[in-house]
């Protein structure tokens, strides 16, 4: 079984659109996470979600917005996408914040 | 103050070398130190992690070395096989509190054979 695993895995989309990615994970932890992999490989957290509830907002643009419907799953939605947003989107979660973070395989965004 | 500093970005070792990568950072409030490995297409996994209360911990092949008063970690590889082959992330947090990871820049390790 995955651990964390994210649909889809590979996104093209027009600028302009908007389009969302799913995440949900079965390890029974009450953190969630997005992260932003850049064309370099750097890795930034864009936001937090404990329990449901937003923790982080890093400083992300208001097109990009997340929800967690319950505690196993936290989407991403992203309205107006930008040539800028094309990278890889992760997911993860942990069980205790700030410990170890499991993640997803990853959701390569290109932006057209 | 929220920054880890990695080096080398690549690093190139031959089969049976240790491949060694460095990290630095500033803030002093952070409590535990994980070092991730990702395959091109996959996410990052955690490979070892240490809290500053030890200056050592090895796994296999795996060492992580940490220096608290200079504020600097390193990950050992020993007897690097092709298969280690990926790129490296150190990272810092402050667990129960600090919701995120920082994460250095990214070492890309190959291992000849």
């Known amino acids: 079984d995955t651990a964390v695993s994210q649909t889809p895995k590979y996104l093209v989309t027009q600028m302009g659109n908007d389009k969302s990615i799913k995440c949900e994970q079965n390890?029974?932890?009450?953190?969630m996470y997005w992260y932003k992999q850049d064309s370099k490989k750097f890795l930034k957290i864009m936001f937090s979600?404990?329990?449901?509830?937003?923790?982080i907002n890093e400083t992300v643009p208001n097109r990009f917005s997340p929800k967690s419907p319950d505690k196993a799953h936290l989407n991403l939605h992203i309205n107006s996408l930008e040539l800028g947003d094309s990278a890889v989107y992760f997911c993860?979660?942990?069980?205790?914040?700030?410990?170890?973070?499991?993640f997803g395989p990853g959701t390569r965004l290109t932006v057209l | 103050q929220q920054q880890v500093k990695q080096s080398p970005q690549s690093l190139i070792v031959q089969k049976g070398g240790i491949s060694i990568i460095n990290c630095a950072y500033e803030?002093?409030?952070?409590?535990?130190f994980p070092w991730y490995q990702q395959f091109p297409g996959k996410g990052p996994a955690l490979l070892i992690a240490?809290?500053?209360?030890?200056s050592e911990k090895k796994e296999g092949r795996f060492t992580i070395s940490f220096n608290k008063s200079a504020k600097q970690f390193s990950l050992h590889i020993m007897d690097s096989q092709p298969g280690d082959s990926a790129t490296y992330f150190c990272?810092?947090?402050?667990?129960?509190?600090?919701?995120?990871?920082?994460f250095g820049s990214g070492t890309r390790l190959l291992v000849r054979p």
């Open positions: 803030n002093t409030a952070f409590d535990y």
């Open positions: 990272a810092a947090s402050i667990v129960d509190s600090s919701y995120k990871l920082i």
């Open positions: 390890l029974g932890h009450d953190t």
């Open positions: 979600y404990n329990n449901k509830e937003l923790i």
């Open positions: 240490i809290r500053p209360d030890v």
């Open positions: 993860a979660s942990s069980s205790i914040a700030g410990s170890e973070q499991f």
